[in-house]
Structure formats: structure tokens, C-alpha cells
């Protein structure tokens, strides 16, 4: 069940989040992984989300994507309310508008990278030749111009990292949600990435929200969010204060 552009109400930010908790198990084994989350991600923004193992940014960012569903609270995406959704209608809401960079990049094994890059746009329909095209255009520009035809088994963990974020990318989504992007990634092809992020994915109508533990990119943040114990205890503006 496509979501049409028209059901997108007005919005003020890319994101927003309102008394967003969330907790894991029962009795003796309950886990707070948020509590209380209160967070608006700008248009036009590059957010990144930092603080220690365990305090709940892997899981606010599958909140703020609805892969996980919020037990209270407001989750908010360009004007929709995510939490209110369907499950058939938040995973068309996910294909159309969010676009994913996981840990474990998530590649499939039979399919070459540009197969790999090439699905987000096979899932809507675009036709092989075409989608596969873009996909190789897209693998370029993370340097990987020469494995396209390469398969994940292929590839050095740096190199399978760069497809997962050109897979992410191809779609052109609204809002892209990265889980550490570059901790497999040397310096300087994480500040390829990080800069590829602003050139290709950010605009008056988008959103990026990066969770990471490498100080490397900080400076390629428009903001810092800092997290501890599942709630946002700061905001910074100034990259050096987290230095």
C-alpha cells in the first residue's frame, strides 16, 4: 500500500520525537532503553547521535524509522505520525521515504554489489537495466567503481560498508538513518562518506541521522545529540565541545 506524497501533512522539522519511551522485557529483566525522549531533527539537517554502549541510540534510531514500535510518545516524520501507522502502511512508509545504513550491512550473497545497490529501486518498480545503472553510478561515487560486479564474499569489510551506504543513498529517501556508517572505514574514505552524505543527501527537504562513536566526523555535523541512559541529556552546535 503506497503512501502518496499528499498524505504528507506540513511539517516544521524532518523529525520529531515527544515523550518517546521504550522498554524491552518484564519483571526483574525490564530494560528503560528510552525514557522520555524529547529530540526535532531539522530539514536540511546532518543530526549525529553519540554516547556510551547501551544508552539507547541504536534503538531510538529504529524508533524514529518505526522499525521498532515506541511504547508512548509522539514519533513524528515529515508531518506523519509513524507510531499511528499500520504495519502494511510503516513498511510502505519505510520503502518511500527512509533510507537504512546498518551495522552488519545486510548485503545479500548471491547478488553482485550493484545488485545489492540496485534493490531499494527494484522494490518500487524500476526496471532492471535502469535501477542497476543508477546502482553502478552510485558505487562510484564511494570509490568502488571498479567491484561492482563483485560479490559481498568479494569485498573487504570497508569496501561491503560503502555498498550498504550506496544502496541507502540510490533511493534519493527523504530521511536517512545510519548506525556507525564508518566504523568499518579508514579515515579518509569516512570523510569521503561523510562528505558525499552532504553533497548527495541533504537538501531544504531532507534529513541524516548518523549514530556514532567516531569523533573523525563530528565536524560534518550540523548538530551533536548526546545520549546517556536512554535519555538526550544535550544538544551541541559546536563539534569542539565534544572533542
Known amino acids: 500500500m503506497k503512501i502518496q506524497d499528499s498524505e504528507l501533512t506540513s511539517y516544521n522539522f524532518a523529525v520529531s520525537l515527544n515523550s518517546v519511551s521504550k522498554t524491552f522485557g518484564t519483571g526483574d529483566t525490564q530494560v528503560k532503553a528510552l525514557k522520555d525522549i524529547e529530540l526535532n531533527v531539522r530539514c536540511g539537517e546532518l543530526l549525529l547521535l553519540v554516547g556510551p554502549s547501551g544508552c539507547g541510540k541504536t534503538t531510538l534510531l529504529s524508533v524514529m524509522a518505526g522499525i521498532l514500535d515506541s511504547d508512548d510518545g509522539v514519533v513524528d516524520v515529515f508531518g506523519v505520525r509513524v507510531d499511528k501507522l499500520s504495519q502494511t502502511k510503516k513498511t510502505s512508509f519505510r520503502r518511500q521515504y527512509i533510507g537504512f545504513i546498518f551495522q552488519q550491512f545486510n548485503l545479500i550473497p548471491t547478488l553482485t554489489a550493484a545488485e545489492n545497490v540496485a534493490v531499494p529501486l527494484l522494490i518500487i518498480k524500476t526496471p532492471y537495466a535502469k535501477a542497476v545503472k543508477k546502482a553502478r553510478e552510485y558505487l562510484s561515487m564511494v570509490g568502488l567503481s571498479e567491484r561492482t560486479e563483485f560479490f559481498p564474499t568479494q569485498l573487504s569489510g570497508g569496501q561491503q560498508q ?70 538526550i541529556i544535550a544538544v551541541h552546535t559546536d563539534h569542539q565541545q565534544m572533542m
Open 162 to 231: 560503502r555498498v550498504a551506504i550506496a544502496r541507502a543513498l540510490v533511493s534519493e529517501p527523504r530521511l536517512i538513518v545510519c548506525d556507525e556508517p564508518t566504523a568499518s572505514l579508514d579515515g579518509d574514505t569516512g570523510k569521503l562518506v561523510m562528505e558525499m552524505f552532504r553533497r548527495t543527501a541533504l537538501s531544504k527537504d531532507r534529513a541524516i541521522v548518523v549514530v556514532t562513536h567516531d569523533n573523525r566526523i563530528f565536524s560534518y555535523g550540523d548538530r551533536i545529540a548526546e545520549m546517556l541512559d536512554g535519555r
